[in-house]
């Protein structure tokens, strides 16, 4: 007996994702005062355009099986760009859209080159052109503004014909000249090919590199349609504008159906999960709900979401063909130039040493015992989350949720010590408990129900800064840290050392005693390098990557906890500026993004130089703009300089 018609079994993501639109839509008009008019269908078409482009472009990297965590750079870049060129006589303003559109193209073929030739993984790859993207949108546009051609902007975001908005018009469009030839092409076959296995695609004669390539050109064509749409919409250029873009995106994508392990999906789920993203806020709004919750229920929906896929890939998977889908198999470290020393760890100690001698150059105290102190004091902070990140990475994941666990961490700890005693004393165990739930849920997701980490617990980020933004109405707690907290985040006791750096010397000698002199250090890199092979050998493979998300939580939690008592208090977003150095810092020390190598040594030497890096920088007075370019580019050169070692070695 035969199930679905064919079509309709082939695209019955796309199904699901356009049946839940009408639902909610539908929903949001009964709600909605005005009901179904033009009134109310417009301003919704606009509203979801500039995600609905944002989701197209992570469709194409996400089906090559990669991720671009720089689409809302990209999309704030562009839409400063447009600010500044999309205004004057005709020639200048399609002059101007011109030069926006190939700002975009240009950014996503900076990120294929970065991933193709350069051999970094994606995701961290986009994580540091993300911050050069940012930086440079802040150089054009310190402060929102710019002028837009009001007539353009009028007619793109009014109706065609009085009936339908043009700004659908405008999205069938670029679906219909973009999204379909490329699908059709043989470079967009090749992205399907690449995302349902690499290998196969390659001994199959596809050009692999070209279309991953073209993949994340396109992408940054699509988020340029997006800022440029967004500039037309508000008249004006705002570096600011893509911060939620990202996740928003990543979210859309899976609503879509498109798979997260590539191979399979399109643009057309994705555009229907876009607006039902933005369906959901305005329906939350009409009931009623806090515009506070709402990343609370962004962060649920995401984790709804992805947990049906999960669901359905137990249902038709045993445990042995779940295992061998995420197996990465990491190779071997090859030969080094001083025995017992990693190479990324020697790259990284000579830019340790160039750092010191340029920032010398600048400030003669550069070098001082005190100064340097002063460094030890700022990195022992991000040494203590690298060093749960660093675990984690270790298995071949990543741990996105940092920054809200450090921030829900440091707040809980502070309330409870705005309390006094008892409650003061519990401060910081609870903090602690707080994060250790929280990567305990990470784990349990990963481990068990075989989410995708990246997307795991960036949905989780998301539910805690909902959680976060609703128990203090988007104000930081009108409280204080613990005299305990103090004492360990700011004061020095013992021969004028700072506390902090005995905390952090405790998790170092923690970390180096655990990987290199235990049983489960073992089952770590292990599981890194082969979870297939480490479960037919009888490691619980489970119970690993679930207590090294319980330590990365616990990491993270204590580096809020500390940062708060530095401080004094806690705030919101207090961990953002922890998530990339922590990842950089540990992927600067050697250890393989994909798993099953890497020393702490050479995190901590990652921590030094990235610390030592943003002092010098400093010193030398630029503008946080250019620290992000800088900060991106050193990242960059650095993971290109070690993969190119790597792949020599693999060839």
């Not at 082939?10 to 839940?20: C, D, E």
């Not at 979210?251 to 229907?272: C, K, R, W």
């Not at 009409?286 to 506070?292: E, I, R, T």
């Not at 962004?298 to 038709?316: C, D, K, S, T």
Request: aromatic share 6%; hydrophobic share 55%; glycine share 14%.
């Amino acid at each position: 007996m035969s199930a679905l018609p064919p079509a309709i079994q082939r695209n019955r993501r796309t199904i699901f994702a356009a049946a839940l639109f009408v639902v909610l839509f539908v929903a949001f008009l009964i709600l909605h005062p005005r009901g179904l008019s033009i009134m109310v269908t417009t301003p919704a078409a606009n509203q979801g355009l500039a995600l609905a482009f944002a989701a197209m472009a992570q469709t194409l990297p996400v089906l090559t099986g990669g991720l671009d965590l720089s689409v809302g750079a990209v999309l704030a870049l562009t839409n400063c760009v447009a600010s500044h060129l999309v205004n004057g006589s005709t020639p200048q303003i399609i002059a101007g859209i011109v030069v926006t559109l190939l700002a975009g193209a240009a950014c996503g073929f900076v990120n294929g080159l970065v991933v193709v030739a350069g051999r970094i993984q994606a995701i961290i790859a986009t994580l540091a052109t993300g911050a050069i993207f940012s930086g440079i949108a802040y150089l054009l546009r310190p402060v929102p503004g710019g002028s837009i051609d009001e007539g353009l902007g009028d007619l793109l975001t009014n109706e065609t014909f009085g009936v339908i908005p043009t700004s659908l018009l405008l999205l069938a469009g670029v679906v219909l000249v973009v999204w379909v030839p490329f699908r059709n092409s043989v470079l967009g076959r090749g992205c399907y090919a690449a995302g349902s296995s690499e290998t196969a695609a390659f001994l199959s004669g596809v050009r692999v590199g070209r279309s991953r390539l073209a993949a994340y050109t396109l992408a940054g064509l699509l988020a340029a349609c997006g800022g440029l749409f967004l500039a037309l919409q508000t008249l004006s250029g705002d570096a600011q504008v893509g911060a939620d873009y990202t996740l928003k995106s990543i979210a859309a994508v899976v609503i879509g159906g498109t798979s997260l392990t590539g191979g399979s999906g399109g643009v057309v789920g994705s555009i229907f999960g876009a607006y039902a993203l933005r369906t959901i806020s305005g329906l939350l709004l009409f009931a009623g709900v806090s515009p506070l919750a709402q990343p609370l229920f962004e962060g649920v929906v995401l984790l709804a979401a992805i947990g049906l896929g999960a669901f359905r890939l137990l249902a038709n998977r045993n445990r042995l063909e779940l295992l061998s889908a995420r197996d990465t198999s990491s190779a071997n470290a090859g030969r080094t130039l001083l025995p017992g020393i990693d190479n990324a760890v020697l790259v990284t100690l000579g830019g340790i040493v160039a750092i010191l001698l340029i920032g010398s150059s600048y400030l003669p105290s550069f070098l001082s015992p005190g100064y340097l102190l002063l460094q030890l004091r700022i990195a022992a902070f991000l040494g203590i989350v690298a060093a749960g990140q660093m675990l984690v990475i270790l298995l071949g994941e990543i741990d996105l949720s940092v920054p809200w666990t450090m921030t829900v961490a440091a707040m809980t700890a502070t309330s409870l010590a705005g309390m006094g005693e008892p409650w003061a004393t519990l401060a910081i165990p609870l903090g602690l408990a707080v994060g250790g739930l929280v990567g305990l849920f990470n784990g349990i997701g990963v481990a068990w129900f075989r989410l995708p980490s990246m997307i795991l617990t960036l949905a989780t980020n998301a539910v805690l800064l909902g959680l976060a933004v609703i128990y203090t109405g988007g104000f930081a707690p009108q409280t204080r840290a613990s005299e305990l907290m103090r004492q360990l985040g700011k004061d020095s006791s013992f021969g004028g050392i700072p506390n902090i750096l005995w905390v952090w010397l405790a998790v170092s000698v923690a970390m180096v005693l655990i990987l290199r002199s235990t049983p489960f250090g073992r089952k770590v890199y292990a599981t890194g390098n082969c979870e297939r092979a480490a479960y037919l050998s009888g490691i619980s493979t489970g119970g690993v990557v679930t207590t090294c998300f319980l330590f990365s939580g616990l990491a993270s939690a204590l580096g809020g906890v500390m940062l708060a008592g530095r401080l004094d208090q806690s705030y919101q977003g207090m961990g953002d500026e922890y998530l990339l150095p922590a990842v950089a810092a540990v992927v600067l020390g050697g250890t393989n993004i994909l798993g099953g190598r890497g020393s702490y040594i050479g995190t901590v030497a990652g921590v030094l130089m990235i610390s030592l890096l943003t002092s010098m920088l400093s010193v030398m007075q630029m503008p946080e703009a250019s620290r992000r370019i800088i900060y991106g580019i050193v990242i960059i050169a650095m993971l290109l300089v070690n993969s190119r070692g790597a792949s020599g070695r693999r060839r």
